[in-house]
């Protein structure tokens, strides 16, 4: 896919996180590069052949004081040969971008691992509900 094209798909994902949290994302850069880099990765504690499709790289909003206002942008990267090599088709495609989206502003909310995992399980299932 053409990066323009991928572009698109991540700014769709963002225009479709709930206003009340678009709303409450302040100082954050959204970005796509291609690839993790290897600090990347270990920073994210993927080791080798693991993938990554998204990482939040900043302080949480919870984590914050009013100090915080000077601090340089937090910043979401969503890395587009990962969820190209893992999507079966364009639909799936879009799904996992706005998960991996979802998933790391969830971590700019001051969701660990842990949580984030468990409501995109809840997610999951009333989605499943519903059709």
């Known amino acids: 896919m053409h990066p323009a094209d991928f572009d698109k798909l991540v700014e769709r994902a963002c225009t479709r996180i709930p206003k009340p949290f678009r709303d409450r994302l302040e100082n954050v850069a959204i970005v796509v590069e291609r690839e993790p880099s290897p600090g990347q ?7 080798g052949g693991g ?11 919870t984590d914050r004081s009013v100090f915080h206002s000077f601090a340089m942008p937090d910043r979401i990267t969503i890395f587009q040969g990962p969820h190209e090599r893992l999507a079966r088709d364009e639909a799936d ?3 996992l971008v706005e998960e991996t989206v979802w998933h790391e502003v969830a971590h700019y909310f001051g969701m660990d691992e842990r949580r984030v995992r468990a409501a995109e399980a809840r997610r999951r299932r009333l989605r499943r509900r519903a059709t």
């Open 93 to 95: 495609l879009k799904r």
């Open 41 to 47: 990765l270990r920073a994210a504690g993927i080791r």
């Open 51 to 61: 993938t990554l499709l998204g990482l939040y790289e900043g302080r949480p909003l």
